[in-house]
């Protein structure tokens, strides 16, 4: 199976729905000899052996259930456990279990775990669906994962810490874990930032209460993964910071506005200057008045509106921005792989057309033609520029204030930044009210 970031993109959005956050997380696709399996890091990069690709992932079911098992252990904190080889294979276990039975439809029941993993012998047989341990050491672990009503305790509920403990006792001294375990298990290799784990956790959260139903044979999984996505809902997120949104709209906007002296024997609204001398005793005889004016009529800001995303999700809050500052406006045009001109009554209807796909180079290019000294990028950031584009903004001299919508993608990937500030949609919101 060939792996691409369109092709990876395209699985977690059917799983997920279109708007999947975690489609967008994932930026870069690189095939590396050196890893094992799989893994994703904190800067969207994932990374995959052929040989592990070519053997087992056949399927869109089987990435995904790769894809995803990366995605859980952020979420689930396992990462916070000693780096042993046991508590690993535990994290592990329990992801594989949660995927099998909450995403069992797109996973294929966990189809990749039960090609990967033997349905019998050792501990391995923990980490795969089918498993033939009824009558081993492991069975009753096994049974709290997929089974839980066939305890003979009456109560199949278990936490990752027990189960890791559980597991620590189990296990003879004389047995060795050498099974490979689904991607990266190195202390801090894939630890994601926060605010990542956040936004992942809640759309996670929200998907799981409307979409999973209750399977009837491991209501715990189900609970004990709600518990892990609500429990990083507390944690505040920061897109962007250092800076005062406010200040930064009105200069850009206004920025035709500026404050001129004019002199006058009379202190209409004398400087500081004056002043000082005024409260010396000293008559200044020309006093330096200052007054606002427009000294420069500047042609209209262009405003682009990217439409390959969650867009609909904020129309409204983009809405009341560009009506805040609807009278600096000249023309606002949408754009996904191509530019489209709309007039703002469109854009009220939600009349939104797109070409799919996004790239800043059609926008780019549409501002050098057009000459606009000023631009408003309203996007989720995640698209590329080539270099002959970025030349050319730059030679042209043009601001762009970048406005981000649903999106958590660091300022040192924004392609953008190098044209002008950055800020969330959220604070544009608050710097309107």
Same mark, same amino acid.
């Given at each position: 199976m060939r792996i691409d970031l369109e092709t990876v993109r395209c699985v977690l959005r059917n799983a997920l729905g279109h708007d999947a956050f975690i489609a967008g997380f994932i930026r870069q696709v690189v095939e590396d000899p050196g890893a094992v399996t799989a893994c994703i890091n904190a800067r969207g990069v994932m990374r995959y052996a052929p040989r592990f690709v070519e053997d087992y992932v056949k399927t869109p079911q089987d990435l995904f259930a790769v894809i995803f098992h990366e995605v859980l252990h952020p979420v689930f904190s396992h990462f916070i456990h000693p780096g042993d080889k046991v508590s690993a294979l535990a994290c592990d276990a329990i992801i594989n279990a949660a995927i099998t039975h909450n995403w069992n439809v797109v996973s294929d029941d966990g189809h990749l775990f039960r090609v990967f993993y033997p349905d019998h012998g050792g501990v391995e047989a923990l980490l795969r669906p089918n498993s033939k341990l009824n009558h081993s050491r492991y069975g009753d672990l096994y049974t709290c994962l997929y089974n839980p009503q066939y305890l003979y305790s009456g109560s199949g509920n278990i936490t990752t810490g027990e189960f890791i403990q559980s597991l620590k006792a189990l296990m003879p001294p004389t047995e060795k874990i050498e099974v490979v375990l689904l991607g990266t298990h190195i202390q801090g290799e894939a630890e994601w930032n926060p605010e990542d784990v956040t936004r992942v956790a809640k759309e996670l959260l929200e998907y799981v209460r409307e979409h999973v139903q209750e399977a009837g044979y491991s209501d715990n999984l189900t609970d004990l993964l709600i518990e892990a996505l609500k429990s990083k809902q507390t944690i505040r997120q920061f897109l962007l910071s250092?800076?005062?949104?406010?200040?930064?709209?009105?200069?850009?906007?206004?920025?035709?506005?500026?404050?001129?002296?004019?002199?006058?024997?009379?202190?209409?609204?004398?400087?500081?200057?004056?002043? /000082?001398?005024? *409260?010396?005793?000293?008559?200044?005889? +020309?006093?330096?008045?200052?007054?606002? &004016?427009? $000294?420069?009529?500047?042609?209209?800001?262009?405003?682009?509106?990217?439409?390959?995303?969650?867009?609909?999700?904020?129309?409204?809050?983009?809405?009341?921005?560009?009506?805040?500052?609807?009278?600096?406006?000249?023309?606002?045009?949408?754009?996904?792989?191509?530019?489209?001109?709309?007039?703002?009554?469109?854009?009220?209807?939600?009349?939104?057309?797109?070409?799919?796909?996004?790239?800043?180079?059609?926008?780019?290019?549409?501002?050098?033609?057009?000459?606009?000294?000023?631009?408003?990028?309203?996007?989720?950031?995640?698209?590329?520029?080539?270099?002959?584009?970025?030349?050319?903004?730059?030679?042209?001299?043009?601001?762009?204030?970048?406005? /981000?919508?649903? *999106?958590?993608?660091?300022?040192?990937? +924004?392609?953008?930044?190098?044209?002008? &500030?950055? $800020?969330?949609l959220e604070d544009a919101v608050e710097a309107t009210c």
């Amino acid at each position: 199976m060939r792996i691409d970031l369109e092709t990876v993109r395209c699985v977690l959005r059917n799983a997920l729905g279109h708007d999947a956050f975690i489609a967008g997380f994932i930026r870069q696709v690189v095939e590396d000899p050196g890893a094992v399996t799989a893994c994703i890091n904190a800067r969207g990069v994932m990374r995959y052996a052929p040989r592990f690709v070519e053997d087992y992932v056949k399927t869109p079911q089987d990435l995904f259930a790769v894809i995803f098992h990366e995605v859980l252990h952020p979420v689930f904190s396992h990462f916070i456990h000693p780096g042993d080889k046991v508590s690993a294979l535990a994290c592990d276990a329990i992801i594989n279990a949660a995927i099998t039975h909450n995403w069992n439809v797109v996973s294929d029941d966990g189809h990749l775990f039960r090609v990967f993993y033997p349905d019998h012998g050792g501990v391995e047989a923990l980490l795969r669906p089918n498993s033939k341990l009824n009558h081993s050491r492991y069975g009753d672990l096994y049974t709290c994962l997929y089974n839980p009503q066939y305890l003979y305790s009456g109560s199949g509920n278990i936490t990752t810490g027990e189960f890791i403990q559980s597991l620590k006792a189990l296990m003879p001294p004389t047995e060795k874990i050498e099974v490979v375990l689904l991607g990266t298990h190195i202390q801090g290799e894939a630890e994601w930032n926060p605010e990542d784990v956040t936004r992942v956790a809640k759309e996670l959260l929200e998907y799981v209460r409307e979409h999973v139903q209750e399977a009837g044979y491991s209501d715990n999984l189900t609970d004990l993964l709600i518990e892990a996505l609500k429990s990083k809902q507390t944690i505040r997120q920061f897109l962007l910071s250092g800076y005062s949104t406010k200040k930064k709209i009105d200069s850009f906007f206004n920025a035709g506005c500026q404050q001129r002296r004019i002199t006058s024997p009379f202190p209409l609204n004398p400087c500081r200057r004056d002043m /000082l001398m005024l *409260s010396a005793g000293i008559w200044p005889g +020309l006093f330096r008045n200052r007054r606002a &004016e427009v $000294i420069r009529k500047p042609r209209g800001i262009a405003i682009y509106l990217d439409v390959s995303g969650s867009v609909y999700d904020h129309l409204s809050d983009i809405l009341g921005v560009l009506r805040h500052q609807e009278g600096w406006i000249e023309s606002i045009y949408l754009f996904s792989n191509a530019v489209v001109k709309i007039t703002m009554a469109e854009l009220c209807r939600g009349e939104l057309k797109t070409t799919y796909g996004t790239d800043f180079d059609c926008v780019a290019e549409h501002i050098v033609k057009a000459e606009y000294e000023k631009a408003v990028i309203i996007t989720d950031g995640y698209a590329e520029m080539e270099d002959k584009n970025v030349q050319a903004l730059k030679a042209a001299g043009t601001q762009i204030l970048t406005i /981000l919508y649903g *999106s958590t993608i660091l300022q040192e990937d +924004l392609v953008l930044k190098q044209f002008g &500030e950055a $800020i969330p949609l959220e604070d544009a919101v608050e710097a309107t009210c």
